[in-house]
Nanobody
Framework: VQLQASGGGLVQAGESLRLSCAAS????????MGWFRQAPGKEREFVAA????????WIGDAGKGRFTIARDIAKKTVYLQMNNLKLEDTAVYYC?????????????????WGQGTLVTVSA
């Protein structure tokens, strides 16, 4: 499985951005697509995830109320919609694929990683 992330860019605080992650293939059983981010000098943190099979979403604490995640089965693509972006959302965002029913917010759950896409939020 290969993952291709896109959609990053430079936006002002309060604006929105949508990231995309296209997968080369999807297996539905317990497969997940997650988003993590890493800001300069910080550890990588969980942002959001979605399960392909039943569209169940998980949103990390930093994005609750602002971020949503959705999947398009036909396009094998997951979207991370980020609204009301803040300066602290500046980071490299990574999409990742995993196969599990637990540990959704843990990096080790995800076995395949895409390249990062940079999101920069300016004042």
């Amino acid at each position: 499985v290969q993952l291709q992330a896109s959609g990053g860019g430079l936006v002002q605080a309060g604006e929105s951005l949508r990231l995309s992650c296209a997968a080369s293939e999807v297996t539905f059983r317990n497969s997940l697509m997650g988003w993590f981010r890493q800001a300069p000098g910080k550890e990588r943190e969980f942002v959001a995830a979605i399960r392909w099979r039943d569209n169940s979403p998980w949103i990390g604490d930093a994005g609750k109320g602002r971020f949503t995640i959705a999947r398009d089965i036909a396009k094998k693509t997951v979207y991370l919609q980020m609204n009301n972006l803040k300066l602290e959302d500046t980071a490299v965002y990574y999409c990742a694929g995993g196969w599990a029913d637990s540990g959704i917010e843990l990096e080790r759950t995800y076995k395949v990683w895409g390249q990062g896409t940079l999101v920069t939020v300016s004042a």
